[in-house]
């Protein structure tokens, strides 16, 4: 039981230690991105991890540096473990007030073990989201307005809660989207409370929205598409009254090809534990999918050839 302790403890300190030297690295990455800040005209210049999953962690930091956002107030909608996440660098750097959504079993206890949450203003709730109730949970806490972050990634109703948020809600949105869905569809799974996509379809293929779906819906709630990180996974939208501060070339929304072709295995078959479209394609016939322009489920074997 002591040597148990012990080794516990022990992990605890050293990563610790590892996360305070993946900060001090991301900190010498924006000392280089504000000295080049008027420089850069794609985001792809700007890509850079430190907690995030991907790049999004560069891409943050340039739109923060971009907008003048010092004190930052953000909310991000499926964290895990908030080990791995598009605002944990924020926290552990900067003035924040934020606030996260899982429903992880024990968050806050695993949050806590894992990083110093007395460095900042941090809420947690640790329950399952939806359509229906994502609006007043935020106006309860007192987050359903001037955000300058929103960000989700809940692998299965994403664009249905994002479709109920307050056009005006945030300066910066962040929301993952199915590259698999191709760039021309506007499908998304299906509105179902705490969706799982894996028990939806053993593929594991239909979670979260096209790409062009999400463009669409942001459109409306006056936000402009900046573009993706390197995985094309994450799509980036800024506030149109503020887009213009930015140095960036606006990405043609007429051709999304670009940000829907996608190189990561997250798809099962029977015989694969990581797949690609190719590998599951003859196997997701049955599989029904929400079409947004139609606004009713249609079986994917009759939208494929459209991808």
Same mark, same amino acid.
């Given at each position: ?15 610790? *230690? ?64 908030? $080990? ?5 660098? #924020? ?10 959504? %899982? ?7 695993? #949050? ?11 809420? #947690?709730?640790?329950? *399952? #989201? ?17 955000? %300058?972050?929103? $960000? ?48 939806? *379809? ?7 929205? $096209? ?97």
């Amino acid at each position: 039981m002591i040597k148990k302790i012990i080794r516990k403890v022990l992990n605890k300190l050293f990563l610790r *230690h590892f996360d305070d030297i993946k900060i001090q690295k991301g900190q010498i990455f924006e000392k280089t991105l504000v000295s080049d800040l008027k420089n850069i005209k794609s985001l792809n210049q700007t890509y850079f991890k430190v907690f995030s999953q991907d790049v999004e962690d560069g891409i943050i930091q340039y739109l923060l540096k971009s907008l003048d956002i010092k004190n930052v107030k953000f909310v991000e909608i499926g964290t895990q473990d908030y $080990s791995e996440s598009n605002t944990r660098y #924020i926290f552990e750097t900067m003035r924040c007030n934020g606030l996260i959504i %899982d429903p992880t079993p024990n968050l806050e206890k695993k #949050i806590s073990s894992i990083m110093r949450t007395w460095k900042n203003n941090l809420k #947690i709730y640790n329950k *399952h #989201i939806n359509s229906n109730n994502i609006s007043n949970i935020l106006t309860d806490l007192g987050f359903d307005k001037e955000l %300058d972050i929103f $960000s989700i990634d809940i692998d299965g109703i994403d664009f249905w809660v994002l479709e109920k948020l307050n056009p005006y809600i945030s300066k910066i949105v962040i929301a993952e989207y199915n590259p698999y869905f191709g760039p021309n569809l506007e499908i998304s799974a299906p509105n179902i409370d705490a969706f799982d996509r894996f028990k939806y *379809h053993y593929t594991g293929f239909c979670w979260g929205a $096209s790409l062009k779906a999400l463009v669409n819906l942001m459109r409306k709630k006056n936000f402009t598409f900046i573009g993706t990180n390197r995985l094309n996974c994450n799509a980036f939208f800024v506030s149109n009254n503020l887009v213009k501060k930015l140095e960036i070339n606006i990405p043609d929304i007429k051709d999304l090809s670009k940000y829907t072709d996608v190189n990561f295995k997250v798809l099962k078959t029977f015989n694969k534990k990581y797949a690609n479209y190719l590998d599951v394609k003859d196997e997701i016939n049955d599989l029904q999918v929400f079409d947004l322009s139609k606004n009713k489920l249609v079986f994917f074997r009759d939208l494929s050839n459209s991808i």
